[in-house]
């Protein structure tokens, strides 16, 4: 199997309109060509990128169950692009969850449902959904392949390392941060820029975020839209604008990251296992 070395990553910077699915799909499918048109061979919107976030018991009006059409107009439109979109996925009558919907050669390839749901600060997540309870890992193209985990999931430690023993080539991490929604004296803008540097770094593993732009009920959605390279380099950073960023990943890169700090190699899962054991 020939491995290609680059590969064409993007992340789109949006806002959505709470509670307009239709005219969300619009913007998806405005930003999907856009992509499509530069090569890319994998894009990430933001969580919850066709419903808005501030949902409240909305959460219902939008839902849609996997075979609701505009999920097939979209993954349609995708092509051979791998393409992740935040969603309300209705999974039965009165269950709901925050999911992705990952799309790929005209099929919903795989679902990812948020496992870590907040309830702090003004975050009622927990009010509204179920949580999920498994890790997805996707093919993108030979010997590329992501894995995705939305917003509060990378706030987990070990969900994140759980995540990534897989060995995945990117990490997915469609995020709906607004500024001050934690505490006044928590940054989302400087923490989020820290977590997931760290998360690159430790792992040699490129990270693609994808927050949103703009407002919506009276919160300011920060941006910072960036992707990063498997050292925790920058490659690519949004402007506090919607607008689509891209770069170029290497396997060759990753393969040196993750050879000079072995992360993977020295995680010792049996011995975590018996750690932790005792707890809880």
């Known amino acids: ?9 993007g992340a789109a910077q949006i806002n959505a309109e709470l509670g307009a699915v239709d005219e969300n799909l619009d913007r998806h499918l405005e930003r999907i060509k856009e992509a499509r048109e530069l090569g890319l061979a994998l894009l990430v919107f933001p969580e919850l990128s066709l419903t808005g976030y501030g949902l409240g018991n909305r959460v219902m009006q939008v839902a849609m169950p996997l075979e609701d059409p505009r999920l097939q107009t979209l993954a349609r439109a995708c092509g051979d692009m791998q393409t992740v979109i935040g969603f309300v996925e209705e999974a039965s009558p009165g269950e709901y969850y925050n999911a992705l919907a990952i799309l790929q050669d005209g099929e919903l390839i795989a679902v990812h449902r948020k496992l870590n749901l907040p309830t702090y600060g003004g975050l009622e997540e927990g009010k509204w959904f179920t949580h999920g309870s498994e890790l997805t890992h996707t093919d993108i193209r030979p010997g590329w392949s992501a894995t995705q985990l939305i917003c509060a999931d990378l706030w987990n430690p070990a969900l994140v390392h759980a995540a990534l023993l897989r060995r995945p080539t990117v990490l997915c991490a469609p995020i709906n941060s607004a500024s001050g929604i934690v505490s006044d004296d928590f940054s989302n803008e400087q923490n989020w820029a820290l977590n997931v540097r760290f998360y690159a770094m430790t792992y040699g593993t490129p990270v693609i975020m994808a ?3 703009g407002p919506e009920n009276g919160s300011h959605f920060w941006g910072g839209t960036r992707i990063l390279g498997p050292r925790g380099e920058l490659l ?31 995680s010792d899962t049996p011995l975590i296992r018996e750690l932790m054991a005792g707890y809880r």
């Open 211 to 213: 927050n949103r732009f």
């Open 1 to 9: 199997m020939h491995y290609q070395d680059r590969l064409r990553v």
């Open 236 to 266: 690519a950073v949004a402007e506090e604008r919607e607008m689509l960023i891209h770069a170029e990943l290497s396997r060759t890169a990753i393969a040196r990251a993750r050879f000079e700090l072995p992360t993977h190699r020295d």
